[in-house]
């Protein structure tokens, strides 16, 4: 983790995009994404450029230069520095200068912004507000990614929606008959009953559907040929990380007693960042406990995950563009499937509300 | 024809367009294009699903979802409602919720706007203002469409440009010579003189080119080999439909003394519906009185009205790029060719004044 | 030279560019390029055509008819004039109108804004000012682009970037070894002293680069076989051009001196106009004094001089992408090898400023 040479300003959105706490610890990227070669990704609304020092560590600074703002990015790495692609200047992993080929001294302020970043459960956590506030031990925990007793597949999309739509979209499983008809859904999910719990920044909800056809990617999984009991177990956690527990057994196999070992479970997380304007990154995997190491399971996992979140894209950024194109606003019309997402949502203003007033504004 | 649940606000314009008045009947469709599979169009500045009824009545709904706006238009026509793709609530014609799969209750505010529709003379007409004026004895006559002692031949264009523009257009022939120079165009048009007259809510005016060569598309349709006497009348009627009766007769036929038997006659309509910003749709048609139910004529005539039209659209959009992008705002010098468009433009802004009155706005 | 109806306004930038000075002289156009075809051109954020009379007078008119503002360049040149392709209205190399054919006068107001042009040096000039001062002896020499004792190879991109970001590259020369390091790039360059001197309305420098290793680009064109002796003589004249005399040397054959015959002299020229909103015309030309007439080194020097400004545009347009998005308005560092660039810079400030007092504003 680097130290950052200049505080975040307290505007906390751009573009139009929706407002996100600053004070925040988010996903960067997934900590494979990040080697020798610099990777440039705009996050909550700022050009970052992220790579490796020859060390390992992650570095994350500003991607444009202190002199004519061209993108460090399109630069080489260079032991621990990056070169600029314009006229050669090269950064420290703290953002600090430390050559400029055209003249012999390097002034004091020539330092491009450096983030505390981590790399922590197979993702890199960057912490744009404050620096002197970052404080590790608040990363949120995503271990089920690298879990070495599990089996996990991943991927990503750049979606074209605020990161609110998407964590609404994730908390909320009403959707599944619908959206996911052909996936993941399960008619009968939206009759059985939720069990909401939750706490000062996280809320939680399970959810049991007894005796039920399974669904047909748990059926092709599990190989199912009876109804199953299916659960799924939910919690948000601040600032934008959903866990989700979901699983299936055959009925009569104690599942719901607690149980579940005829089954089969995926240990699924969902982690989205504020990308630019209305847009934002949403890091996904999802590990099980069978057929571990399996790669035709992991394919076909895979390939199954990533046709159900392109089924979530597709209606999350109509919503979108609906929603932002919508002269009129009009309201919108709560209903119990969002019962979950509207708490979380009470947290993010919360986390909001206090930035707000520790920054004076 | 169903009712409507709220009254229009009484903005008449969004994203820059020019004004349109509320209160009056616009195209949305062409009758064969609303059937029970949803069609969604932009009119207006709003997002509007069109489908039919089990019993063929034509519905059309605000094609946004009460509950987190996804279009309905991506949804299923279910029995006389539609379901919407994103959490299965069903809207009935009349846009109220018939069901929320995720609670027991449909709350009373579980509306969508509804919009008068008629489905008349080979169109679906809507009244996007107060329903209460809603008055389809209003609805511009364009019965040539479907006439069946006619044969005729149709299609539309989303143009990217405002409904005036197009209206301009279709009440001004002296363009012919010029942008359609090798399709309609009769060089000695430009000299003949008109005749105008209209009333409060329609102008209209004819043209009698004498002894010129027939226009390239009258000889391909008519076959004539000498001169000929051409007619143009045009009239338009409120807010935006323009009927226009061309034709030609070898001359020496007793055309221009009222025998047009010799020649042959096409009666057209353009209507032009307000689309989203500075976009319309120009819905057009072409009945003949000859060749009747003969497929390689209408293949002929729709090929030959389809490139004349595409000339029209290339010049009127390259036109409102230019107002558009014209940031020092130079004055139009207005011509003789524009004397009928500019009493349209009376006749519309005098509906906008009244509607401006009634509004208090 | 065509007199001009109109002064130009005293705005001096549109779409949020960078603004120039109006009254200068701009190349339009490669002589070549205006022919009895119209050319269509944006310059200054105007949109301009630009033809040739029956006697090959250039002629540039706002490109929008007086009347509905149809795009001129459209229609055809007939005789000396052009014709609009909407109604067919005739305008002359003053812009007068000569012709309404729906209509038998022509009224006095009937009139688009024309410029004055020169054809000079390979280039037609435009003055988008007040026609009052255009007095051609201010215009650019780059005559090298036609010398007959030399022969030259030419070319324009029209670059996302303001004219401004434009000229500072071409006065930049330590960007060579990092952005051109394939091409005309020399590692030594930057190490090497610069002697710089300049006037009112000029500033020039050179940099001698003594027994280096020869370019790519010089190497391949000079055959040399042994380090050189490298020249760098660079000088703008305002608004916006820049000559460039380039060239290497054996070492040892007394070019420092100031006998180059032994090596190869290029004599460049770049002229940048701009163009609508923050993008540019930037004409360039590369003229040789050896291989006289050679076509295959004058393909060489073509595809060599294109491969290596395409590397230019590449970082200048992403560094206007940068400065644009950069919402923080980051500030940038200045360094040494911009030291001519901010002595331009201040020579068009200052040309600004002298327009602002003289307008008033």
Chains 1, 2, 3 share one sequence.
């Not at 190491?293 to 209606?315: C, N, P, Q, R, Y």
Request: charge should be negative; charged fraction near 20%; aromatic fraction near 8%.
């Amino acid at each position: 983790m680097n130290g950052s040479s200049a505080a975040g300003s307290n505007s906390r959105s751009r573009a139009g995009g929706a407002p996100y706490p600053l004070n925040q610890w988010y996903a960067a990227a997934f900590s494979d994404e990040v080697t020798r070669k610099p990777l440039a990704r705009t996050l909550l609304d700022r050009q970052v450029v992220l790579y490796r020092t020859e060390g390992g560590d992650p570095v994350a600074l500003i991607d444009r230069c202190i002199h004519r703002k061209a993108p460090l990015s399109q630069g080489a790495v260079v032991g621990d520095a990056i070169e600029c692609p314009f006229h050669g200047m090269k950064f420290g992993p703290d953002g600090v200068c430390i050559s400029i080929p055209c003249q012999d001294k390097v002034p004091p302020n020539a330092i491009v912004q450096s983030f505390p970043v981590v790399d922590r459960h197979g993702h890199i956590w960057i912490w744009m507000g404050d620096p002197a506030s970052a404080d590790p031990a608040e990363i949120p925990d995503t271990h089920w990614l690298n879990d070495p007793s599990l089996t996990a597949v991943k991927g990503y999309f750049h979606l074209k929606c605020n990161y609110l739509t998407a964590i609404d979209n994730l908390l909320d499983d009403t959707h599944l008959p619908f959206v996911h008809r052909n996936s993941i859904g399960t008619p009968k999910m939206v009759g059985a009953p939720i069990d909401i719990e939750g706490g000062d920044d996280w809320v939680a909800f399970s959810r049991w559907t007894l005796d039920t056809p399974p669904s047909p990617v748990h059926a092709k999984a599990g190989g199912f040929t009876t109804n199953v009991d299916r659960w799924f177990m939910v919690k948000y956690v601040k600032p934008s990380t959903v866990l989700i527990d979901v699983g299936s057994a055959p009925i009569g196999t104690g599942a719901p007693a607690g149980d579940r070992s005829k089954g089969i479970s995926l240990f699924s997380n969902g982690t989205v960042t504020p990308g630019e304007g209305n847009s934002c990154f949403y890091f996904w995997h999802t590990a099980r406990n069978f057929s571990l190491g399996d790669a035709g399971m992991s394919d076909l996992l895979k390939s199954e995950m990533t046709k159900t979140f392109l089924e979530d894209v597709e209606i999350v950024e109509m919503v979108q563009r609906n929603v932002d194109s919508d002269e009129e606003d009009l309201p919108q019309l709560m209903i119990a499937g969002d019962a979950v997402a509207l708490r979380a949502r009470r947290i993010i203003a919360s986390l909001l509300a206090s930035e707000s007033l520790s920054s004076g504004a």
